[in-house]
């Protein structure tokens, strides 16, 4: 079966936003930049440092990234990343470590569906979090 794994894009923050959602999410994180790739002779120097491509695993979860070329990417309201805890306190641990320097829209809280807040991360980033005892699919 396929998956489907959020793609994120930076302008210049993907490896500090990356590493902050390590500490949030744990798992093991890997970078790629423009300068170590096989175009890093032609990139200019100023960009070598910016990541082509980074992966952050953990088990069934995985989340990559990229900075752009220089270009600023358009962070909207389209798409919003939802954490779907298997335990209630994994995704009260998860919200408050992304809480750090977000707007939370919603604190966790217990809805008619289950536990469930959004926030918006400290680098323009939406996410979700929902807990149920019984899973919703």
Sequence with gaps: MATLNPYLNFDGK???AMTFYQSCLGG????????????GD???AELKDRILHSSLTNG?????????MGENPAIGNANTLCVVGSAKGEV????????EGANVTH???EEFFGTFGDLTDKYGIPWMFQYSPTPMG
Excluded at 28 to 39: A, I, P, V, Y
Excluded at 60 to 68: A, E, F, R, Y
Excluded at 92 to 99: N, Q, R, Y
């Design 14 to 16: 993907c490896r500090e």
């Design 28 to 39: 093991d994180l890997r970078f790629m930049t423009f300068g170590e790739s096989q175009f």
């Design 42 to 44: 032609q990139t200019p």
């Design 60 to 68: 069934s979860l995985v989340l990559m990234g990229s900075d752009t």
């Design 92 to 99: 009260e641990a998860i919200f408050a470590k992304l809480s």
């Design 107 to 109: 604190a966790l809280k």
